[in-house]
């Protein structure tokens, strides 16, 4: 196991509302990507926390933002739910984030939440 | 045009087998490359990351061509562990994992 935990690990929604995921990173690692994965799909990243900072962002809309805690656990929040908003959401830890000509740190994935969206 | 493709699969193969999966990427100011494995409802594990003179671990090799901006795994004698979706990622600038939709693999007995 990681040591990246998420809550809750399944959640069911309808369209319009909002919903928040949380994630715990590991052990030393001050750093929380998150991603959403459609079915059938790889991975698409959302956005990156460092240290509480956002530290780069994907190609979502505004609705979809988050935070990062002290304690560098993280929490995604959607609002205005879709219907294609149905879809395991990850978080990964990693203990700092790279520049692009610094070395790449493994990110280590929780095991996700899977939101379905009626 | 994807960041990232690759063949969505299946692969099915018999145990003991060799197969190969290929990966492409568009953007060629691209830094690191890896492949990551993920197992039938679960998240993305790191299985090796792929350097422009190959890598082996194992069964496993990996294999990085710059030039043509092509990535490849090939793994040797498939157990039936192996079955799983192989996904290739890209890495173009600060942390930001880009994936490829994932390349499934069946091994049967």
């Known amino acids: 196991e990681t040591g990246v935990t998420q809550s809750p690990t399944h959640l069911i929604k309808t369209r319009g509302q909002q919903v928040t995921l949380r994630c715990s990173s590991q052990s030393g690692h001050n750093t929380v990507s998150w991603y959403q994965q459609a079915l059938g799909q790889g991975p698409q990243f959302i956005f990156q926390y460092y240290r509480e900072e956002e530290n780069g962002r994907g190609n979502f809309p505004p609705r979809f933002s988050g935070l990062q805690f002290p304690n560098y656990s993280s929490e995604l929040n959607v609002n205005a739910l879709e219907l294609d908003d149905s879809a395991l959401y990850l978080c990964?830890?990693?203990?700092?984030?790279?520049?692009?000509?610094?070395?790449?740190?493994?990110?280590?994935f929780g095991p996700g939440t899977r939101l379905t969206v009626l | 045009r994807k960041e990232v493709e690759q063949d969505p699969g299946p692969f099915n193969v018999p145990e003991g087998a060799t197969v190969a999966f290929n990966c492409t990427y568009s953007?060629?100011?691209?830094?690191?490359f890896f492949w990551y494995r993920q197992d039938c409802r679960k998240e993305p594990k790191l299985l090796m990351s792929v350097y422009s003179s190959g890598n082996e671990d194992g069964r496993f090799t990996a294999q990085l061509n710059r030039a043509s901006q092509y990535i490849s795994l090939l793994i040797r004698d498939s157990k039936l562990s192996d079955s799983a979706t192989y996904l290739c990622?890209?890495?173009?600038?600060?942390?930001?994992?880009?994936f490829g939709t994932g390349t499934r693999l069946l091994v049967s007995p």
């Open positions: 953007n060629s100011a691209s830094q690191s």
């Open positions: 990964a830890s990693s203990p700092g984030p790279s520049g692009v000509l610094s070395s790449y740190n493994e990110q280590f």
């Open positions: 990622v890209v890495i173009t600038g600060f942390q930001k994992l880009v």
